[in-house]
């Protein structure tokens, strides 16, 4: 039995309004997906547990031509669960056949990132792990990022931060910016980066409130 766990970019054109919402706004980290339930004729059910401001991310789902209702449920100050219902589309029918016309299973959470990326982890027997993997289609990027034996070092796909993340803390841990007294500033993290001090100092902020809230969890 062989799980595999997998990063997927989709083109813009084909990602959901929601996780493009997420990409942009400086309040939002990431969209787990916790249980879904796709047996209505054309219409998802659905569970988030989101990362970031509720304020914003409904009044998205208010503007959002196809999502049908929906309701928050708060976890903290950070975060909350969201149910959804909302109208399956063409591209997400796409995007999840290879998924469901195999004899594999999708193991939650799913996780979407604010750069834009899909982490998802599925098992099931090889020829069938390999078999999906060839049928996602040509037009979404696949980077495969862990396989092996189910049950011998399963780890969950989804890292704790994304790539962007894990470069700006170790950027800031190179110049001596968690030093007491701070030796270095949020401008050699955006120099390293090769990005503006204004968006170092975001990744930072995001990188920190995933660990913090990591932490406090496994409490």
Known sequence: MKYLHLTL???PEWRNPMHTFLMGHDEMHTAELLNWNTSAEDLDIILFRIVGAMDPYTAALDDSAFVVDYETARIDGDSFYV???????????????????RRVLAIPPIEYTEDGETKVAI?????????TVDAIPAEIDVQIDQVGEYGQGLRPSQSLLTDRQQEAVSAALAHGYYEVPREGTVEDVAASLDCAPSTASNHLRKAEARLVQAVTASQ
């Open 9 to 11: 970019r989709e083109p």
């Open 123 to 131: 098992v099931g027997r090889s020829e069938d792990v390999q078999a």
């Open 83 to 101: 149910y959804i219902e909302h109208e399956t589309r063409d591209v997400d029918d796409q995007f999840r056949e290879p998924f469901l016309e």
